[in-house]
C-alpha cells in the first residue's frame, strides 16, 4: 500500500492454501478505516522475476498489482487482530476486544461483504476454559 494513504501492513496478512491469493490488511491514515488488498501471487512472482532480470534486485512496486482493495465492514473499529486466513474464496479474521471479553470471529467475501459475524465466539474454550475469569468486565460465559 502506499505509505502516503495507509499506517502499513504490519503482520496482517495471510496467504491461501494454495498459495494463489495474498491478503494484506491496513488503516487508511485519512479516514482510520481499515482495508484489505488482494494479490494473486502469480504476478507478483512474475513481477519479481522481471525484476531481477533487470538488476533490480528482486524489488517490486505491488500496488499496481494488486487485485482489489475493499473496505473492511466493520469499519474504522479498533479490533485487535489475532489471526487473518483465507481459502482463496473467503477472508476469515479471528479478533479480540480491547476488555478481554470472549474473541470474535468475521467472515467475508473477497469483494469485501459481510457473510458472518460471530460475537461473542467460544471456540477453543474447552482448551482453555478459565479465560473468561482473566477479563472483570467480562459478563458472557462459555456455553
Known sequence: FDPAISAGCSMNVCLSQDSRILICRSR??????????????EKLFQSLKESRARGNDGL?????????VFD????????????LATDGQFLYALNSPDDMNP?????????????????????????????????????????
Open 103 to 143: 474473541h470474535q470471529i468475521f467472515v467475508m467475501d473477497l469483494e469485501g461483504r459481510k457473510v458472518l459475524e460471530r460475537r461473542p465466539s467460544f471456540e477453543g474454550f474447552e482448551i482453555a476454559p478459565g479465560f473468561n475469569t482473566h477479563s472483570s468486565r467480562s459478563s458472557v460465559s462459555p456455553v
Open 72 to 83: 473492511s465492514p466493520w469499519g474504522t473499529r479498533n479490533i485487535a487482530l489475532q489471526s
Open 60 to 68: 517490486v512496486d505491488a500496488r499496481h498489482l494488486c487485485e482489489r
Open 28 to 41: 487508511r491514515l485519512s479516514d482510520k478505516v481499515w482495508f484489505f488488498g488482494v494479490w494473486k501471487t
